[in-house]
């Protein structure tokens, strides 16, 4: 499973240059999604289980904007295998044309239904500790996504902003995304808004402005978010959950088990 080339066209390529993401139908079958889904369900029944918290906060505020669980791939296999796949990795890799690119880490996203809350708009690279804006993010759907669902939006183009000021997601909807940006950039905001099937995602770079509504249906909004940067990507000192277990140095490239090469 989750192997093969899923091959990308170079005007799909250029949209993602121009606008810092790209959205991509059917890159999963129906069975793998399955597969996804019921690895994910055993993921969050045995941390509930062990009272365990996998994600970088445990707050009730937190909680409400998304269950979120962190490397998920190092503990369950068939997770593991969509990860470390050739198909999302492929897509990765030839959205930033590169030769390789390594796993920065994988977090599952489940918006659970009605006590829900947004997602604030933000940007991914001002909390990664990376010299590069190159990395991105695989966004996959392993439920239908729709406006009320919690599906996710873009501001086409904001990754050429460059980094802006971090929020807090523990305090999400509570933004408004036109203060967030430079006032030259303001008039022009039309988000694209990623509603799409299971087995469907997107790809958006770490610059990239993004938001997610609540989840106001009857059923969860399960998402595997799977994050890539390209091989020779350095660190850069800053404190993360992921980042600080590997007791890298400024400047160092990141490497070894921890960030696995995929081609």
Same mark, same amino acid.
């Given at each position: ?7 990308? #066209? ?15 139908? *059917? ?17 969050? @029944? ?5 009272? $365990? *918290? /996998? ?13 979120? %669980? ?15 796949? +050739? ?6 890799? !030839?959205? #930033?044309?590169?030769? @390789? ?21 933000? !940007?991914?690279?001002?909390? /990664?500790? =990376? ?8 966004? %996959? ?10 599906? =996710?939006?873009?501001?086409?183009? +904001? ?19 036109? $203060?967030?940006?430079?006032? &030259?950039?303001?008039? +022009?905001?039309?988000?694209?808004? $990623?509603? =799409?099937?299971? &087995? ?23 998402? %595997?978010?799977?994050?890539? %940067? ?8 800053? $404190? ?6 590997? *007791? ?16």
């Amino acid at each position: 499973m989750y192997g093969g080339e899923y091959r990308l #066209t170079d005007d799909q390529i250029r949209f993602y240059e121009e606008n810092g993401f790209v959205q991509l139908h *059917n890159v999963l079958t129906a069975e793998e999604v399955q597969t996804l889904r019921a690895a994910l369900d055993v993921a969050i @029944a045995d941390r509930d289980r062990l009272k $365990a *918290n /996998w994600g970088p906060r445990e707050d009730e505020e937190y909680a409400k904007v998304f269950l979120q %669980m962190v490397n998920v791939w190092e503990r369950y296999a068939a997770i593991e295998e969509y990860v470390l796949g +050739s198909r999302i990795g492929g897509i990765a890799r !030839q959205l #930033t044309r590169s030769s @390789a690119v390594r796993l920065w880490h994988d977090h599952a996203l489940i918006k659970y239904p009605k006590d829900s809350k947004a997602t604030a708009w933000h !940007q991914d690279k001002v909390y /990664w500790p =990376m010299r590069e804006n190159t990395a991105l993010s695989c966004w %996959m759907a392993l439920d239908d996504v729709t406006v009320d669902k919690g599906c =996710m939006w873009f501001i086409p183009g +904001s990754h050429k902003l460059g980094p802006l000021d971090p929020v807090d997601l523990g305090k999400a909807g509570d933004e408004d995304l036109l $203060a967030l940006l430079p006032i &030259g950039g303001r008039e +022009s905001v039309r988000p694209f808004i $990623a509603e =799409m099937k299971a &087995g469907s995602c997107t790809f958006h770079h770490g610059l990239t402005f993004h938001y997610a509504g609540p989840n106001v249906t009857d059923g969860p909004r399960r998402a %595997m978010v799977t994050i890539y %940067m390209p091989a020779g990507t350095h660190y850069a000192p800053l $404190a993360h959950l992921i980042g600080d277990r590997g *007791n890298l140095t400024d400047g160092e490239e990141f490497h070894g088990p921890l960030f696995p090469i995929i081609r």
